[in-house]
């Protein structure tokens, strides 16, 4: 073999394995983006008063034709780090914070349940609750979206008003109702929830009904019109029709 011929099988060798190496890069790259669900991108923030909000919350009949509450995977570990989106929100809510175990079993702590002012050291005693519920969103905008969107929406833990660790036995009185029919008991606790819905509303671009424009309107002109802040869901990531 003459010199040159072997110069030029080294070279190919060479370029052989730089491009096995680049095909395993690629790869390992595509896998990756495939096993690590993108959160969906949020809008810029908005502020509005209050009542200004409710005001302007688009108006649509609602429609609960084909939900299921198996639509919207929840209690997801979005960050793979051991613990689900119910014990992220217990740890973030947390008024004395309990101790984060192997598997993120908690031992201790203390909540606050605000729409019942009722104080849990068992966190057996708390439910995590969607303050839009699931059926509710699915009547008023989420049907439209795809299961990753309402998998999003169900374990929202980028705003800290999407969820909220409540006594467990009120969680089940408020159920999938909208303002129309539930306000908390506690009555100091009806502003505060009133803002985070609508905040929940405008954060998922999703619409009232008309007894639920009605009760919200009559609900905040009795708050102090507050200012709220909101970072929207990006509308081209939750709108798929
Ligand atoms: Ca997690
Ligand atoms: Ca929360
Ligand atoms: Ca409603």
């Known amino acids: 073999m003459s010199p040159m011929t072997m110069i030029r099988r080294r070279v190919r060798r060479q370029l052989d394995s730089r491009r096995a190496e680049a095909l395993v890069l690629v790869t390992l790259v595509g896998l990756m983006w495939s096993t690590v ?30 939900y299921d ?3 919207f995977p929840h209690w997801v570990d979005e960050d793979r780090d051991g613990c689900h989106t119910r014990r992220e929100v217990l740890i973030a809510e947390a ?19 605000y729409y019942d002012n009722a104080t849990w050291s068992d966190q057996s005693d708390l439910d995590i609750d969607h303050v839009v519920a699931l ?19 169900a374990n929202d833990l980028g705003d800290e008003r999407s969820l909220v ?6 969680n089940q009185a408020k159920g999938d109702e909208d303002p129309a029919s539930y306000l908390p008991p506690y ?6 929830f009133i803002g985070e819905w609508v905040t929940v509303k405008l954060r998922w671009r ?24 909101v970072t929207p869901i990006q509308r081209n990531t939750i709108m798929c029709s």
């Open 206 to 229: 999703l619409t009232v009904d008309t007894s639920e424009k009605v009760a919200l309107t009559r609900q905040s002109d009795s708050c102090p019109d507050v200012v709220i802040t």
């Open 37 to 66: 669900s993108v959160a969906p991108a949020q809008a810029e923030t908005m502020s509005v008063t209050l009542r200004s909000a409710v005001a302007g919350l688009p108006m649509e009949a609602e429609d609960r034709t084909g």
């Open 187 to 192: 009555e100091p606790a009806r502003c505060r």
């Open 95 to 113: 008024t004395a914070v309990p101790v984060v175990g192997p598997r993120c079993t908690l031992v201790g702590g203390q909540w606050y349940s």
């Open 69 to 71: 509450r198996n639509l």
């Open 165 to 170: 660790a409540v006594t467990d036995n009120e």
């Open 135 to 153: 059926a509710e969103a699915w009547d008023s905008g989420a049907s439209r979206w795809t299961t990753a969107q309402r998998r999003a929406f």
